[in-house]
């Protein structure tokens, strides 16, 4: 199946997310279509993470997204269900100034309360467009893919550099550029293609055509 959008956005909660969760398909498609990546927290309130802010920018860079094309939102990491209605709003001004055609954020199987208000919000937010769930294996159980998508080998690579842009998070298990290359060669034997990513279907809007 081919599938297409002519502006796409990706939704992170926290920098990295998007990353984590779909880096090597954003790499994939970044040069094809209009992108726009929304993070809605900076997670700067916290002193440990300070240098997350920019790691982020120097991650999507290697990912080929510039600058004008990420935002970070006002949001407060791990409080996110205590903001519902404000995310809600922020999300359908979102709708209204990027009118995207097809979406992807966090999984329903991921158990962190930032990213399940996230997918929450993008169902309410969304209707009528397409959404697939992207797996942050950190916080998701339980997590099967529904919707892979090939990849290759460079944006496999890319991904892994993107995510080496994080010194912060050098010595976690879930930044392991093995691991990472790993869950990728096991999508794409899903798939049985040489790598993939793979997303669970939030919703599908879709119209069918028959071959010329």
Do not use: W
């Amino acid at each position: 199946m081919n599938f297409s959008g002519k502006r796409v956005l990706f939704l992170g909660a926290h920098p990295d997310d998007i990353e984590l969760g779909c880096g090597a398909l954003l790499h994939h498609i970044v040069g094809l279509t209009d992108v726009l990546c929304v993070t809605l927290s900076d997670n700067q309130k916290n002193p440990e993470l300070k240098n997350v802010k920019d790691e982020h920018f120097k991650s999507m860079a290697v990912l080929g997204v510039p600058q004008e094309k990420i935002v970070l939102g006002p949001f407060t990491t791990r409080v996110f269900p205590d903001s519902r209605q404000e995310i809600l709003e922020y999300f359908l001004k979102l709708r209204a100034d990027f009118n995207p055609d097809l979406i992807f954020t966090h999984s329903r199987q991921d158990v962190h309360q930032d990213h399940n208000v996230m997918t929450d919000e993008s169902l309410r937010a969304f209707r009528g467009i397409t959404l697939l769930g992207f797996d942050v294996v950190r916080s998701s159980y339980g997590f099967f893919p529904h919707f892979l998508v090939e990849v290759s080998e460079e944006d496999v690579n890319k991904k892994i550099e993107a995510l080496s842009q994080y010194e912060t998070y050098r010595d976690k298990y879930y930044f392991n550029s093995e691991l990472t290359r790993s869950i990728m060669v096991r999508h794409g034997a899903l798939a049985e293609k040489p790598f993939a990513e793979g997303f669970d279907i939030l919703r599908i809007v879709g119209n069918f055509e028959t071959c010329e």
